[in-house]
């Protein structure tokens, strides 16, 4: 049965549409208008000297903008890029293309890439060379840099690594860490490499550098690999490093690591990998480096977003370089499967004066972590996290002491680190599971952490959020979700609200 339709109580879309454009046109009540509607054979044989010029003009204006372009391709598709002048940072300038660089994505650049820096090693009490890095996709095998260089990437450059580890060289250990990262013996070089420079900058006008790490991540899952994966960009034993203004993707291992450097610069980055399935795609690295300002950088990642390390075992408590002097702010991190901001686990030679401020960490599984472990040795000390930002993050702040990844079985378990003097004001947030989680252990106490105005949203009402093992520390003001016992009270004003006589209990939970 069909029931009759409802009378509505009000007009519908559709005739408040009808009256608006009867309102426009207004019709004879007595001869209503009647529409003309054309048949297909009726229009076309009355518009077909119409359509065959638009079809001429569209094709002659396809046929003119392909012949114009300068690239492969289908011009129509293809962006344009603005013509933006290329900054003439030092004395002398050269093109990729000055030494036979072909951008179409096929043709392999090393030999040009090799031929340039050769040119600008030249150079040097000069004042150095630039290298202009134009429009285009430059494949090419890992080079090095020389001193006194600017390396510039304009606007729609890329710079391809390949894919084929055949290509990528071998080379010694690193010493702080023993033996190559993920297998003994020697490892993969960097795509862009550099050892023992001064004056280096890494910069331009938002190019890319492709690292192609698909293939690479596919392997490493597979065991298909001998040795342990390149980073993209790294720089060993040198000074005076600036790396701004690019972005940097889908690296083989990790993204940018500066090993043992002074004085570095790193600011305006886009450094991007899949969150998910690009194993150790660390965003920046800091290992055993003094003097550093990291700032102004989005990172979304596979693993750490930035990782401060200093050497594995006994082979970084050997190597002696220490992590220090480091000022990471307003940055914007990713980290689905790891840390925003990590120091650790590699912290062998030490970490300290360590500022991290102004940082805004979104959809990752932990947000600030420290990590260590017996064997490690080394110390974490005159740590500083200022104004941070959670949202959406299943741990917040993190202090762990049992990662027991270890090089091989030479390191001595009785190396116990170091952790004090770590603080952390103005930490607020959303969406968080579990917003502290510290556990130090008996023999890896945490001592003398302070917390100060925090407010984090939680998604778990339990008890026990803010979980803490063997602290000692204490808490200024007002601070939520409530602290752990282990921590002693103090109001605004700095005097003692209570004292903690549990220091040494424990109630981390793992279940949530």
């Keep these: 049965m069909v029931e009759p339709p409802s009378t509505p109580t009000s007009s519908p879309p559709c005739c408040w549409r009808r009256s608006w ?5 207004p019709t004879n009540n007595h001869h209503p208008h009647r529409r003309w509607i054309p048949s297909a054979t009726t229009f076309f044989s009355t518009n077909n000297t119409v359509l065959t010029a638009l079809f001429l003009a569209f094709f002659f204006t396809v046929f003119y903008w392909q012949k114009e372009a300068t690239a492969g391709g289908l011009a129509i598709f ?8 290329v900054p003439k940072l030092r004395h002398a300038a050269f093109n990729l293309t000055d030494f036979g ?3 179409d994505g096929v043709t392999l650049n090393t030999a040009a890439f090799e031929r340039a820096v050769v040119a600008i090693s030249k150079l040097g009490n000069k004042g150095g060379g630039q290298l202009n890095v134009p429009p285009g996709n430059w494949l090419t095998a890992p080079f090095n840099l020389t001193s006194h260089m600017t390396l510039f990437l304009a606007e729609g450059a890329v710079i391809l690594g390949i894919d084929d580890e055949k290509y990528w060289t ?3 250990p690193l010493p702080s860490y023993g033996y190559g990262r993920e297998h003994p013996g020697p490892r993969y070089g960097s795509l862009i490499h550099g050892q023992r420079l001064k004056d280096v900058v890494i910069t331009g006008h938002n190019g890319t550098i492709d690292g192609q790490g698909q293939t690479w991540w596919t392997k490493y899952r597979q065991k298909l690999l001998n040795h342990t994966r390149g980073p993209l960009v790294q720089i060993m034993w040198s000074r005076d490093i600036v790396i701004s203004n690019i972005t940097l993707r889908n690296s083989p291992f990790w ?6 450097c002074k004085n570095v610069t790193i600011k305006n980055l886009t450094i991007l990998a899949p969150v998910f399935q690009a194993p150790n795609t660390d965003g920046i690295d800091p290992d055993s480096c003094e003097d550093m300002v990291i700032e102004d950088c989005y990172i979304s990642v596979g693993d750490d977003g930035v990782a401060i390390k200093s050497g594995w075992d006994q082979y970084g408590i050997s190597y002696g370089r220490p992590s220090r002097n480091i000022l990471i702010r307003n940055l914007v991190v990713r980290s689905n499967v790891s840390a925003g901001i990590s120091i650790g686990s590699e912290m062998s030679g030490g970490v300290s004066n360590i500022t991290v401020e102004n940082v805004h960490i979104w959809n990752s599984r932990r947000a600030v972590r420290i990590k260590t472990a017996p064997g490690r040795g080394g110390y974490v000390r005159d740590i500083t996290y200022r104004n941070l930002t959670f949202e959406n993050c299943r741990v917040g702040i993190v202090i762990k002491t049992d990662y027991n990844e270890h090089p091989d079985g030479g390191f001595d378990p009785n190396a116990f680190p170091i952790l004090k003097d770590i603080s952390y004001t103005s930490i607020h947030g959303e969406g968080v599971r579990v917003p502290v989680r510290i556990q130090g252990s008996s023999e ?3 001592m003398n952490v302070t917390f100060r105005d925090m407010s984090v949203g939680v998604t778990n009402r339990k008890k026990h959020i803010f979980q803490c093992a063997y602290v000692q520390g204490s808490v200024m003001g007002t601070v939520y979700p409530a602290p752990c016992e282990n921590l002693d009270l103090y109001d605004e004003l700095g005097n003692l609200v209570r004292r903690s006589t549990s220091q040494n209990s424990s109630d981390i939970d793992y279940d949530f």
């Design 21 to 25: 454009w009867a309102s426009l046109y």
């Design 78 to 85: 293809r962006r344009p890029f603005p013509s933006r002048q």
């Design 101 to 103: 660089g072909v951008g």
């Design 255 to 260: 993204t940018l690591h500066p090993y043992d």
């Design 444 to 446: 890896i106490p945490v």
């Design 170 to 172: 071998l080379m010694p």
